[in-house]
């Protein structure tokens, strides 16, 4: 199901939006770990605080990524992503301007409330348009801007705090925040197709499927674990532009290898196998980096290939495990758990790092959420009517 069946070219317009509506998110989301030092001397900042200013972003999505997932199954998509990226732009403008750590996280979570939105909407909008053909490749893709996010803060810190200060530096992403506004204007649609009900899947269909329950806590360990890592991944590194410089190999990895995972996991059509072994190659990564096994450059980059595979095979499963109508919220479902491990995931390794300065308890623990979450991600297999074998995930 096309979003413009007449207008082929539209679904890849619609992708182009996305993608530079999901890059605003992201240099939101990653812009704590630069900042790190800074805000920790201008505020007087704890491991444990800076941890929680991290995740914070994912606080509304605990407690909103349902009903707003259920309700975005029903509402207008262009009107929704409008709202959403004006509560983006509210909670940039706070944090940039913030005078204590209070608006820090004030802003923190204003924005997360409108990125949940968006997120949520986006891989709504991409579900439909892409549905049948090219899902995952363009999962892939949309999912490649959240490491390319990273790469761009990271490379450009230095100069830019140095230049403009860290609130001219943050004011920046506000521009970009509204950059985003007109280019999703101009390409969402102002409703979606609705589409019959999958064979199989008419009575009972309100139930929530086991195989959901599982991709949604494989989700939420791999974010707990991910978001932990590029937080304090650069002083683990060794400080400074250096550290920084090592950790997006993260993201330099993701960005090349989202795609072409989305490409193979098109062609193989088995995405739960993909998100398992995504998961194994970071909980191994996290085991060797606890143990002291693995250099800084050779860890990270491993664990960009972690990031490749997970996103683009996890984005591509819901549309796999309930009905179209049903879609919004089963992605609703996922980003809840999501952003309760992003919230938990730094929350915790800041306050392991205030507990003991080596970096085996911390790396060692979150190797244990990612194993855990390839285990889970076994059952996340679909059970419906009707797919054909090849189609499981």
């Known amino acids: 199901m096309s979003i413009a069946p007449r207008e082929g070219s539209s679904r890849w317009l619609v992708l182009a939006s996305a993608m530079v509506s999901f890059f605003a998110v992201g240099m939101t989301f990653f812009a704590v770990p630069p900042l790190v030092g800074t805000l920790r001397a201008e505020f007087a900042l704890s491991n444990l605080a800076i941890g929680l200013l991290m995740g914070a972003i994912a606080v509304p999505a605990v407690a909103l990524s349902l009903p707003l997932g259920a309700a975005l199954d029903r509402w207008p998509p262009r009107a929704a992503g409008l709202a959403g990226l004006a509560a983006m732009l509210a909670g940039s403008v706070a944090f940039a301007a ?18 949940l939105l968006v997120n949520l909407l986006l ?139 989305g490409a193979a996991i098109d062609r193989s059509g088995r995405p739960r196998v993909w998100c398992m072994a995504g998961l194994g190659v970071m909980a191994a990564t996290l085991g060797l980096m606890a143990a002291g096994a693995l250099p800084a450059a050779a860890a990270m980059a491993a664990l960009g290939l972690a990031a490749a595979v997970v996103p683009p095979a996890v984005y591509s499963l819901p549309a796999r495990l309930v009905p179209p109508e049903r879609t919004g919220f089963a ?47 076994a059952f996340a297999r679909p059970r419906a009517a009707g797919v054909p074998e090849g189609a499981e995930g």
């Open 98 to 115: 913030a005078p204590g750590y209070g608006w820090l996280l004030a802003g923190r979570l204003v924005f997360g409330v409108g990125a």
């Open 123 to 261: 891989a709504r909008l991409l579900s439909v348009a892409f549905a049948g053909r090219e899902l995952a490749l363009a999962m892939g893709l949309f999912t490649a801007t959240y490491p390319a996010s990273m790469i761009v803060l990271f490379t450009l810190h230095p100069v830019l705090e140095a230049r403009l200060g860290w609130r001219g530096e943050m004011g920046l992403l506000v521009v970009l925040v509204a950059v985003a506004i007109p280019l999703h204007a101009v390409a969402a649609p102002r409703r979606l197709p609705q589409g019959p009900p999958r064979a199989g899947q008419g009575r009972g269909s309100r139930a929530l499927p086991a195989a959901l329950v599982a991709l949604g806590i494989a989700w939420m360990l791999y974010f707990a674990a991910f978001a932990a890592a590029p937080t304090f991944g650069p002083e683990w590194a060794g400080g400074g532009a250096a550290g920084l410089l090592a950790t997006s190999l993260i993201t330099w990895v993701a960005l090349a290898g989202a795609p072409l995972a």
């Open 331 to 377: 992605f609703g479902f996922i980003t809840a758990l999501s952003n309760l491990g992003a919230l938990a995931g730094p929350a915790f390794a800041g306050a392991v790092r205030d507990a003991t300065p080596a970096w085996g308890p911390l790396w060692g623990s979150l190797a244990v959420m990612a194993l855990a979450g390839a285990a889970v991600a």
